[in-house]
């Protein structure tokens, strides 16, 4: 029987996306220094009794790793329900919530179930950097607008972005990455407000909603009288406010992102998910986790604390520094960044060169991190 031509392995090419070529794979650097200030992790690791809860309860889960983890988690739901209820006052039933694999993936649902070809997502730069992948790998038309020179969003703005794009998804940080601004809840009204019959026409010709996304990474660092969108979500079917355990939880390497919305828009994310996309180990250590929601969140008060001394030390300094509600603080300007972010690296401080031209971002570590951090700045900027 004659073989098949081969053709020879160098000649092989593969179909990549046209709109792929050349691209390289999102991350800040991995870097083995010794002070780690570039992503907005949690310095504090989880304690001795938090470990062994999380290690029995996997070691449990791990029992049934021959059947299929529950697809719809309930139980972790209700869980994540009841810590926004205590969280931000605001009472939600365990069908308003979802969750899967980091707050990045709820949004990669909200885009595949509500974006698409032909649809618009609009936000409004400088903001976090994976938003426009999440519309390229969705297919989905990226729009930017602007954020003003204080980082928050004009609302007329935003309502022209809307009447001229028809977006099918509004993606709002609140706190901003990298800026740190939180939105008034007057400026996510408004923009819920126009949203609501400002998405792309149906079918029949109808107005549809834009899907309103307030992203609250960091919303538990939010200064005191700032208050969550979360408050909102009963009067606007279409909002959905994102949260994850990356952050205040220090639950990065979990991978448990989470959001809130009205029961119908959930539904529509269920439709879009892999099956059994929330494996039984992380259901498993999610909730061990939420059980030590106090012992976990205790860091929050002194890291936010340690945020605004931050933020007045590099002030005082003659540095500009935008208001921060997160656990990093975006400071600068500076005509060479890149030098004074290799003059830090080169003292053992990796911090992050990112967002507008001129300025850096550092995240908040431990006291003595950070003291490092300004050791290093004082000598970097010859102070
Ligand atoms: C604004 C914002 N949203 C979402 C995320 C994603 O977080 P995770 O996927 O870890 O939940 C980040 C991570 O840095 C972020 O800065």
Same mark, same amino acid.
């Given at each position: 029987?004659? %073989?098949?031509?081969?053709?020879?392995?160098?000649?092989?090419r593969?179909?990549?996306?046209?709109d792929?070529a050349?691209?390289?794979?999102?991350g800040?650097?991995?870097?083995?220094?010794?002070?780690?200030? $570039?992503?907005?992790e $949690?310095?504090?690791?989880?304690?001795?009794a938090?470990?062994?809860?999380? %290690?029995?309860a996997?070691?449990?889960?791990?029992?049934?790793?021959?059947?299929?983890?529950?697809?719809d988690?309930?139980? !972790?739901r209700?869980?994540?329900?009841?810590y926004?209820? @205590?969280?931000?006052g605001?009472?939600?039933?365990p069908?308003?919530?979802?969750?899967?694999?980091?707050?990045?993936?709820?949004?990669l649902?909200?885009? /595949?179930?509500?974006?698409?070809?032909?649809r618009t997502?609009?936000?409004?730069?400088p903001?976090?950097?994976?938003?426009?992948e999440?519309?390229?790998?969705?297919? %989905?038309? #990226?729009?930017?607008?602007r954020?003003?020179?204080?980082?928050?969003?004009d609302?007329?703005?935003?309502?022209?972005?809307?009447?001229?794009?028809?977006?099918?998804?509004?993606?709002?940080?609140?706190? $901003?990455?990298?800026?740190?601004?939180?939105?008034?809840? /007057?400026?996510?009204?408004?923009?819920?407000a126009?949203?609501?019959?400002?998405?792309?026409?149906?079918?029949?010709?109808?107005?549809?909603?834009?899907v @309103?996304?307030?992203?609250e990474?960091y919303?538990?660092?939010r200064?005191?009288?700032?208050?969550?969108?979360?408050a909102?979500?009963?009067?606007?079917?279409?909002?959905?406010?994102?949260?994850?355990?990356s952050?205040?939880?220090?639950?990065a390497?979990?991978?448990?992102?989470?959001l809130?919305?009205?029961?119908?828009?959930?539904d529509?994310?269920?439709?879009?998910? !892999?099956p059994?996309?929330?494996?039984?180990?992380?259901?498993a250590?999610?909730?061990?986790?939420?059980?030590?929601?106090?012992?976990?969140?205790? /860091?929050?008060?002194? !890291?936010?604390?340690?945020r605004?001394a931050?933020?007045?030390?590099?002030r005082?300094?003659?540095?500009?520094?935008?208001?921060?509600?997160?656990?990093?603080?975006?400071?600068?300007?500076?005509?060479?960044?890149?030098?004074v #972010?290799?003059?830090?690296l080169?003292?053992g401080?990796?911090?992050?060169?990112?967002?507008?031209?001129? #300025?850096?971002?550092?995240?908040?570590?431990?006291?003595?991190?950070?003291?490092?951090?300004r050791?290093? !700045?004082?000598?970097?900027?010859? #102070?």
């Amino acid at each position: 029987m004659a %073989t098949p031509a081969q053709t020879p392995v160098a000649a092989v090419r593969l179909p990549l996306r046209p709109d792929l070529a050349g691209l390289t794979p999102y991350g800040a650097p991995q870097l083995d220094v010794p002070v780690l200030l $570039n992503v907005n992790e $949690n310095p504090y690791p989880p304690s001795e009794a938090v470990v062994a809860d999380i %290690t029995a309860a996997v070691a449990d889960a791990a029992r049934g790793l021959n059947r299929y983890p529950d697809r719809d988690f309930p139980r !972790l739901r209700s869980e994540l329900a009841e810590y926004l209820q @205590v969280e931000s006052g605001v009472s939600l039933a365990p069908e308003q919530v979802w969750a899967a694999n980091g707050s990045n993936e709820v949004m990669l649902h909200l885009l /595949q179930a509500f974006g698409g070809p032909g649809r618009t997502v609009l936000s409004f730069a400088p903001t976090y950097s994976m938003y426009p992948e999440y519309a390229r790998d969705t297919l %989905t038309g #990226w729009v930017a607008g602007r954020r003003e020179p204080d980082f928050t969003v004009d609302v007329d703005h935003a309502r022209e972005q809307i009447a001229a794009h028809r977006p099918a998804v509004i993606l709002l940080a609140s706190p $901003n990455n990298p800026t740190g601004t939180a939105l008034p809840l /007057q400026t996510v009204e408004a923009i819920c407000a126009a949203a609501a019959t400002g998405g792309p026409a149906a079918e029949d010709g109808a107005a549809t909603a834009a899907v @309103v996304v307030v992203d609250e990474a960091y919303g538990e660092f939010r200064r005191a009288g700032t208050p969550s969108a979360l408050a909102l979500l009963d009067r606007h079917p279409h909002l959905a406010v994102a949260r994850t355990m990356s952050k205040a939880f220090g639950m990065a390497g979990l991978r448990l992102g989470y959001l809130a919305a009205a029961p119908a828009l959930v539904d529509h994310l269920r439709v879009v998910r !892999l099956p059994y996309h929330l494996s039984a180990l992380t259901q498993a250590a999610a909730l061990a986790a939420l059980s030590h929601r106090d012992e976990l969140m205790a /860091q929050v008060a002194s !890291l936010r604390a340690e945020r605004d001394a931050l933020v007045t030390w590099l002030r005082e300094h003659g540095l500009r520094v935008a208001d921060s509600d997160a656990n990093f603080v975006l400071f600068g300007v500076f005509d060479d960044r890149r030098a004074v #972010w290799d003059g830090l690296l080169a003292r053992g401080v990796l911090i992050r060169e990112v967002g507008p031209e001129g #300025w850096l971002r550092v995240s908040v570590g431990t006291p003595a991190e950070t003291a490092a951090f300004r050791a290093a !700045l004082e000598e970097v900027l010859c #102070w």
